[in-house]
């Protein structure tokens, strides 16, 4: 679905800066029979609003395709995300004073580690995700979850089984919401008058200055900051009263939201601080975001000069990790079984596949071990030092791996 209008404010003054091309859903790994048949490709093109200032995708992939057949992604492959995960909810727990009567929901809470990490510290936990395959393995772990997308429908659900919640989170889940009002209406049936919303997402601000194109697949429909988000919370009655800034995932902020006039938490400092970073840095500036779209050229251009003169060479590349970040830059810089001989995964539910629109077949880490190549491309680049620590073997042999974002390089 072609979008003509801002999801935040409803402004039809949406300025298209970047191209990425058509490409299929990032997460819709392939059957080696799927192989042989027709894949789909969607346009993958970004626009602001020159209203709110919303950085956004133009075409809207139905979230049933996205979401709900098979969905391959795991939430809690990392050591370094559990750590993450465990100082989100002990925070939180700390800051609102949570106890046992207290409920805590998660929407696209995936495989239920940040749940898992809540009920640790005291509260009731419940989990809102809509890919089936994925919730059974949340309820087979002890998370109750709930099949679905979270909605006005499912929020009268939780308020007439469980009663009202005191914390509503989304961890890289806000950014993939098309409908951004109905959701919100939600969110003020499901929250306690003093409750509070927390979601986590990707900062446009990062993505900017990093060059991290990979992050825009078409889940992630919104690249978001805080100045959009004000216009929207404002609209729905509510405030946010505080920012955190993350390291996961390239460069992450935590926002948390609460009721104007009756919410518990005085509003911080931070959130004007943060609003005139990003009017000095240009975060909804056209030229700027125009600036961002020349070096995401210019990287394709050094990652495809690099790659292509080593198999010049002779040497044998293979990548490392088959995030969904990973196949918009596979795709966008059409690296294939010519170039990349196969990738390697951890998850157990990519494993065995092929990548969407490159068609790179995926093995266990230990195939890179078994095949030594001589380079290892780094897909999930924002755990490269997780995963050169666990392929220490790799390197020791005399493998080197190559890191892509914000430039391509050779490390070892």
């Known amino acids: 679905m072609k979008v003509s209008a801002c999801r935040i404010c409803a402004s039809t003054d949406l300025t298209q800066f970047l191209d990425l091309g058509a490409m299929p859903p990032?997460?819709?790994?392939?059957?080696?029979?799927?192989?042989?048949q027709v894949e789909i490709s969607y346009p993958l093109k970004v626009a602001v609003c020159g209203n709110c200032g919303l950085v956004q995708l133009t075409f809207v992939v139905d979230p049933e395709i996205l979401y709900c057949h098979?969905?391959?992604?795991?939430?809690?492959?990392?050591?370094?995300?559990?750590?993450?995960?465990?100082?989100?909810?002990?925070?939180?727990?700390?800051?609102?004073?949570?106890?046992?009567?207290?409920?805590?929901?998660?929407?696209?809470?995936?495989v239920g580690i940040l749940l898992e990490m809540f009920r640790q510290n005291g509260p009731r936990v419940l989990g809102i995700d809509p890919a089936a395959n994925i919730v059974q393995i949340a309820n087979s772990n002890g998370i109750p979850t709930w099949v679905g997308f979270f909605n006005l429908e499912i929020a009268q659900r939780i308020v007439s089984e469980h009663g009202q919640v005191s914390v509503m989170?989304?961890?890289?889940?806000?950014?993939?919401?098309?409908?951004?009002?109905?959701?919100?209406?939600?969110?003020d049936v499901v929250l306690k008058p003093d409750g509070i919303l927390i979601i986590e997402a990707p900062y446009l601000g990062e993505l900017l200055r990093n060059?991290?194109?990979?992050?825009?697949?078409?889940?992630?429909?919104?690249?978001?900051?805080?100045?959009?988000?004000?216009?929207?919370?404002?609209?729905?009655?509510?405030?946010?009263?505080n920012v955190q800034r993350r390291d996961i995932h390239g460069g992450s902020f935590r926002v948390f939201v609460q009721r104007q006039g009756t919410g518990p938490h005085p509003v911080s400092d931070v959130i004007d601080e943060m609003l005139a970073i990003e009017e000095r840095e240009g975060l909804a500036d056209i030229n700027r975001l125009r600036q961002f779209a020349d070096a995401v050229t210019k990287n394709r251009e050094e990652v495809q000069w690099l790659?292509?003169?080593?198999?010049?060479?002779?040497?044998?590349?293979a990548a490392v990790s088959a995030p969904a970040k990973g196949m918009t830059l596979l795709n966008y810089c059409r690296l294939g079984p010519e170039i990349l001989d196969f990738a390697t995964e951890k998850s157990k539910l990519k494993i065995g596949r092929y990548?969407?629109?490159?068609?790179?077949?995926?093995?266990?880490?230990?195939?890179?071990?078994?095949?030594q190549?001589?380079?290892?491309?780094?897909?999930?680049?924002?755990?490269?030092?997780?995963?050169?620590?666990?392929?220490?073997?790799?390197?020791?042999?005399?493998?080197?791996?190559?890191v892509p974002i914000p430039y391509p390089r050779i490390i070892g």
């Not at 889940?219 to 009263?241: C, N």
């Not at 969407?356 to 095949?371: A, N, R, S, T």
Request: charged letters at 25%; aromatic letters at 12%.
């Open 26 to 36: 990032a997460d819709s790994f392939l059957s080696a029979e799927a192989v042989e």
């Open 70 to 110: 098979d969905y391959p992604y795991e939430a809690s492959i990392t050591k370094l995300g559990r750590q993450h995960w465990q100082e989100f909810a002990r925070t939180v727990c700390e800051m609102c004073k949570l106890s046992s009567k207290d409920l805590v929901i998660d929407v696209g809470s995936n």
């Open 169 to 187: 989170t989304g961890t890289n889940v806000f950014a993939h919401v098309d409908d951004l009002s109905a959701f919100m209406k939600a969110v």
């Open 211 to 241: 060059v991290e194109y990979d992050t825009i697949y078409h889940e992630h429909l919104s690249y978001i900051a805080v100045k959009p988000l004000t216009f929207l919370f404002d609209r729905f009655g509510m405030e946010i009263f």
């Open 307 to 317: 790659l292509h003169r080593l198999k010049r060479e002779g040497k044998r590349i």
């Open 355 to 371: 990548t969407p629109g490159m068609h790179i077949p995926i093995f266990g880490d230990d195939h890179l071990l078994k095949e």
């Open 373 to 402: 190549p001589d380079y290892a491309l780094i897909l999930a680049w924002n755990f490269a030092e997780e995963i050169m620590n666990n392929l220490r073997e790799f390197s020791d042999k005399g493998g080197r791996f190559i």
